[in-house]
C-alpha cells in the first residue's frame, strides 16, 4: 500500500512541476487580452467617475497601462466613450460622467455651445505609458455652475 500511494504521490507531484513550468515558458496560455483590456477600460471609467463624484474642482493624472501579456494597449477617448481596438474587435465602456476633450476658456456655456464644442473637438488617443490628465471644473452654464469633467494628454 505504501509503494501505491508514493507513486500517486509522486505523479502529483511531476503534474504540478509540469503545469507551473508550462505556466512559466508561456504565460500568455492563461491571459486573455480582452479581459485584460475590459479592466483597464472599467478602471479608466472608475477614476474618472471618481472625480466627478466628488463633487469639486480637481485632477487626477492616469496612465495607460501596458497589458500584463506585454502587449501595448492605446486608448481612445471619443465623445464620452472610451475605446481599444485589438485584433480587429474593440471593447468600449462610457463612465457616467460625460468626458469632454476640449478645453474650457473661461466663458459662459449653454448647450448648443457644449454641443458644437464636442462635436467640434478631435479624438484623445494615448498609447501604454501615454498619461490622461482629468481634470473636473465648475463652469457657468446658463446661468448656473455646473461640474464638467475634461480629459486631456498630460502637457509636459
Not at 86 to 101: D, K, N, V
Request: charged residues 25%; proline residues 3%; hydrophobic residues 40%.
Amino acid at each position: 500500500m505504501d509503494f501505491f500511494v508514493s507513486k500517486v504521490a509522486l505523479s502529483i507531484c511531476a503534474l504540478l512541476v509540469v503545469t507551473i513550468l508550462s505556466g512559466v515558458t508561456d504565460r500568455d496560455r492563461f491571459m486573455d487580452d480582452g479581459r485584460e483590456i475590459e479592466t483597464v477600460l472599467q478602471d479608466f471609467c472608475d477614476v474618472a467617475d471618481r472625480a466627478f463624484g466628488e463633487r469639486s474642482e480637481g485632477t487626477v493624472l492616469w496612465t495607460v497601462p501596458v497589458l500584463p501579456t506585454g502587449n501595448e494597449l492605446e486608448l481612445t477617448l471619443d465623445r464620452g466613450v472610451v475605446l481599444s481596438q485589438w485584433e480587429g474587435r474593440s471593447i468600449a465602456r462610457q463612465p457616467q460622467c460625460y468626458l469632454h476633450t476640449w478645453r474650457w476658456d473661461g466663458s459662459a456655456l449653454n448647450e448648443s455651445t457644449v454641443g458644437d464644442l464636442d462635436k467640434g473637438s478631435g479624438r484623445l488617443t494615448a498609447s501604454s505609458g501615454e498619461r490622461i490628465l482629468l481634470t473636473t471644473a465648475y463652469v457657468l452654464f446658463e446661468n448656473d455652475h455646473r461640474l464638467l469633467v475634461f480629459a486631456s494628454p498630460e502637457l509636459h
